[in-house]
């Protein structure tokens, strides 16, 4: 799943190149100053991506739930181009339970794994009908005992759909929480936990938005473009990748970020 943000003026090198450059600050005495600097990473991330949001598209909790379904290991402008189809043909839970599973597969072949997901959608799509009268139900605990539905994505519905704040944590997530010094935690469960406890509530679902599109498109996982980045001053990582500012903005990659 990717979200996406905006090209300049608003983009990050647009944003940095306003921002005082820096070396690495200190790391965080105590924990005030920690959640201090991560809010203020938070401010400064919805400044540099003001469009930032879920790239999936959909208009209901069942269709994001299917598309975020759709989306492990594809792209997400991939899933924009089947899903029309696909929420065409099967316009509820009930639709996808009784489908066979041959038409689901053509529809959704492209996203790749397609046997494998047109069992989670199927699968799922029968729990919805037989314990949720055919609805998504609202609490994460019985989103991720749906087949293909881990809490990443049980995330992802609550917060873009329900209006839930949660911090959804991918692979971008997890190493921003740790260059930006939030946690050291590599399991998924405990970075979101250790994030949420640095950020406000209403602010987990559109901070994850911001902080994986900052991934995608600047702090790549092998050569950060710290010199382009608008929370350089920020972060203690500062360095770890190319800092000249103009071969830096060459390695950030535009937006809308995807894929
Ligand atoms: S690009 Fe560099 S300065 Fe920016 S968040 Fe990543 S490691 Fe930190």
Same mark, same amino acid.
């Given at each position: 799943?990717?979200?996406?943000?905006?090209?300049?003026?608003?983009?990050?090198?647009?944003?940095?190149?306003?921002?005082?450059?820096?070396?690495?600050?200190?790391?965080?005495?105590?924990?005030?100053?920690?959640?201090?600097?991560?809010?203020?990473?938070?401010?400064?991330?919805?400044?540099?991506?003001?469009?930032?949001?879920?790239?999936?598209?959909?208009?209901?909790?069942?269709?994001?739930?299917?598309?975020?379904?759709?989306?492990?290991?594809?792209?997400?402008?991939?899933?924009?181009?089947?899903?029309?189809?696909?929420?065409?043909?099967?316009?509820?839970?009930?639709?996808?339970?009784?489908?066979?599973?041959?038409?689901?597969?053509?529809?959704? =072949?492209?996203?790749?794994?397609?046997?494998?997901?047109?069992?989670?959608?199927?699968?799922?799509?029968?729990?919805?009908?037989?314990?949720?009268?055919?609805?998504?139900?609202?609490?994460?605990?019985?989103?991720?005992?749906?087949?293909?539905?881990?809490?990443?994505?049980?995330?992802?519905?609550?917060?873009?759909?329900?209006?839930?704040?949660?911090?959804?944590?991918?692979? =971008?997530?997890?190493?921003?929480?740790?260059?930006?010094?939030?946690?050291?935690?590599?399991?998924?469960?405990?970075?979101?936990?250790?994030?949420?406890?640095?950020?406000?509530?209403?602010?987990?679902?559109?901070?994850?938005?911001?902080?994986?599109? =900052?991934?995608?498109?600047?702090?790549?996982?092998?050569?950060?473009?710290?010199?382009?980045?608008?929370?350089?001053?920020?972060?203690?990582?500062?360095?770890?990748?190319?800092?000249?500012?103009?071969?830096?903005?060459?390695?950030?990659?535009?937006?809308?970020?995807?894929?």
């Amino acid at each position: 799943m990717v979200l996406s943000g905006d090209g300049p003026p608003f983009g990050p090198a647009a944003y940095a190149a306003r921002v005082p450059r820096a070396s690495s600050p200190a790391p965080a005495r105590s924990r005030l100053a920690l959640v201090r600097r991560a809010r203020a990473v938070n401010r400064r991330l919805a400044e540099a991506y003001p469009d930032a949001r879920c790239e999936l598209d959909f208009t209901t909790p069942l269709e994001l739930l299917v598309a975020t379904v759709l989306s492990a290991q594809c792209t997400d402008v991939r899933v924009n181009q089947v899903t029309p189809e696909l929420f065409a043909r099967f316009p509820d839970a009930a639709a996808y339970a009784a489908a066979d599973p041959e038409e689901v597969e053509a529809i959704i =072949h492209p996203t790749g794994f397609f046997r494998a997901k047109t069992r989670s959608i199927q699968g799922l799509a029968r729990i919805l009908e037989e314990r949720h009268g055919g609805q998504v139900p609202r609490r994460l605990e019985d989103l991720v005992v749906l087949p293909g539905v881990g809490r990443k994505t049980a995330n992802v519905v609550l917060g873009n759909a329900f209006g839930v704040p949660g911090i959804t944590v991918d692979t =971008h997530l997890g190493r921003l929480a740790r260059r930006l010094g939030w946690t050291e935690e590599t399991d998924p469960v405990k970075v979101e936990h250790a994030v949420g406890d640095l950020l406000e509530r209403k602010e987990w679902t559109m901070a994850s938005h911001r902080l994986v599109i =900052h991934g995608r498109r600047v702090c790549h996982s092998r050569r950060p473009a710290c010199g382009a980045c608008p929370v350089a001053d920020l972060c203690p990582s500062y360095g770890e990748g190319e800092t000249d500012p103009v071969k830096a903005a060459a390695l950030v990659r535009p937006g809308p970020a995807r894929g």
